[in-house]
């Protein structure tokens, strides 16, 4: 029982790094990446945005590689098509934002969900539907959620949103951090406030926030996309089969997150194992992996080699192509003693590892 807990730690918890990392994107900088350009597809066509707030600065660049003019809070001028908060606010910025929304542009506020409770973030939720009817939650990471309103509802041209990606600078960001198409972004898509605030309703207020508590059952329609004639029909057809494709992949990481809650370990890997052969590049799953991946470098720098060696084991269900989780895999069983069955894993590590080199 005690190793299934140390287990259940190494798949829920943060640590330090030791052998060479597989290529993931960053979660922190992706989640920041696919925040800023969430936002910017609900307004294609916006030129100038104001960013706000303690962490405004993490976003700047990238509204600016996109394109878009952009002011901070002490430089306000003119009119804006957007408005963008992240972190705490100083100084009346209400003016601006009723400015913004005037113009039917669109308010966009990161919710940082790290140690957040479930009351907290109701009141959140209730203020911002208040001040906004129209507005959507987005769940680009475990942790980092966005906001994203507008005072009346309206339709987005697919082809406008379109348009982001053939931008050289736009593409790049987004490719970093895992978002590469439409579809891709669109698995971050959780409903509107509307679909996403009974879900409150059972649970207790002083719980820390999990982002399954707020995905409904039945993947909900993005109904404010509106397919306009530039778009061939054949196009939107694959469009909507790779969103869905991409947001049942994201299902299943949320899936596999309330198994790993329950203590259902073997049942969680497995979930995240479907969720990467559907999707890999998932930034909620590539979360996962880095969390899993750091928490046995811990057990390796302490010298504990069987749960090292059981991180990596599970990492390598997960993602069986992985030539350097079985690369660690096959040291630690070494160290164990183990000799004969590290020489095996160490030979299949070399075998995947020529074959990515090959490719």
Known sequence: MKFRYCLLAALALAGCSKVEKPETSPSFTGARIVSSYLAILEKPTATRCLIAGSRAGDYREFFERAGLKVDNLDEKSGKYDMVFIAGDTKGPIGILVDKCLAAKGVLARVVDAREKRINELETEFTQFKALLPSAHLWMPGIEDWLLVGRSESAKIKLSAMMEVFAREDSFDDLDAAGCS????????????????????????????????????????????????????????????AESRAM????????????????????????????????????????????????????????????????????????????WQSAEALAFCLNQLGQRDLAAQIHDKAMRLKDGNQAR
């Not at 995240?272 to 899993?292: C, T, V, Y």
């Open 181 to 240: 198409s439409l579809p891709e972004l669109f698995a971050s898509y959780v409903g509107t406030l509307d679909e996403v605030l009974p879900a409150f309703a059972g649970l207790d207020g002083a719980t820390l926030a999990r982002p399954q508590f707020f995905v409904a059952k039945a993947i909900p329609a993005i109904g404010w996309i509106d397919v306009d004639e530039a778009v061939d029909a054949d196009v939107m057809a694959a469009v909507a």
């Open 247 to 322: 947001q049942e992949a994201r299902r299943t990481v949320l899936e596999g997150g309330i198994l790993a809650d329950a203590h259902q370990i073997d049942e969680a890997t497995e979930a995240w194992a479907r969720a990467a052969a559907a999707n890999p590049r998932d930034p909620m799953l590539i979360d996962r992996l880095e969390r899993l991946w750091k928490n046995a470098d811990t057990f390796f720098r302490v010298g504990n080699f069987a749960l090292a060696a059981k991180c990596y084991e599970t990492y390598l269900m997960i993602r069986p192509d992985d």
